[in-house]
């Protein structure tokens, strides 16, 4: 049986990449994106079905499955005084581990929630032996909107509603909750992709006792920041992206004044999501690479057993 080739962002023209960045960073509307698009529909191809084709395809990306049998899962909900009071999210521990204390590692989504593809990347990390968990900021809108006929536009649409400072304070939280679990060894790190990247930038910053920070072409801070680092960075930055690599060179030499520890990749042709290996703009090659370093730095950050293979 014959498959259709998997689209990337190569079977797309810029200017139509750009304008879907947008779209998912709610610089504009859903509408906006398809009025946009009708110049490069074809008599094959609509702007409703380059949307389609450019958005998110789940269930064919995830790589280990909610009932795998490696890993132990459950929904935790984590008080957050300063912040909404709560929020919930997944959590995931290899199955074996049973109370054996693991290094902890904080998974921060996009600017949609606690989507499927979170939850996959979470379950990943478990698999690799660690204690993650994905706290979902849509938590007080009634989570991640999966019944929804759009789940990512209505995610979107929730999320441009919610209070930021509460968030973050949220996020804290999870971190700390992670921190002094009795099934962990205390060491923490954070990965975060897009908006999550950039609230590992703020992590980085705030997250008292925080040993290893990756953030995926996140948001910098503001360079009066860079100061204030002490958690280990390992920066990724998407080569066709100048919406966040715009303001890279200041922050790099202020980090760089603050003698910050950081190491920054940037992977040449790649785009904004580059990492996401739920839609065309996924890179196969920047991705497994861009892994394996984030791998590699958490296993020496967070002191992570080696065993022999």
Known sequence: MSTKPRLTAADF???LLIL???????NISRRGF?????KFATAGMSASMILAALSPNFAAAQVVAKDDKRISTQILEVASPKGSG??????????????KKLPAILVIHENRGLNPHIEDITRRLAVDGYMAFAPDALTGLGGYPASNPQPEDKARELFATLNQANIFEDFLASATMLQTRANSTGKL???GFCYGGGIVQRLAISQP????????????????????????????????DERINAAWPTYEAALKAANASFTAHTY???QHGFNNDTTPRFDAEAAKLAWGRTMAFFAKNLNMPQTDS
């Open 20 to 26: 879907f960045d947008a779209y998912v960073h709610g």
């Open 268 to 270: 040449a042709g790649t």
């Open 189 to 191: 790190g954070a990965v």
């Open 13 to 15: 023209d810029q200017e």
């Open 34 to 38: 398809l009025d946009g698009a009708a």
């Open 86 to 99: 709560s929020i919930k999210g997944l959590l995931a521990r290899p199955a074996n581990a049973g109370s």
């Open 209 to 240: 006792g925080l040993n290893a920070s990756v953030p995926f072409y996140g948001n910098l801070p503001a360079p009066t920041e860079a100061a204030k680092v002490k958690a280990p960075l390992l920066i990724h930055f998407a080569g066709v």
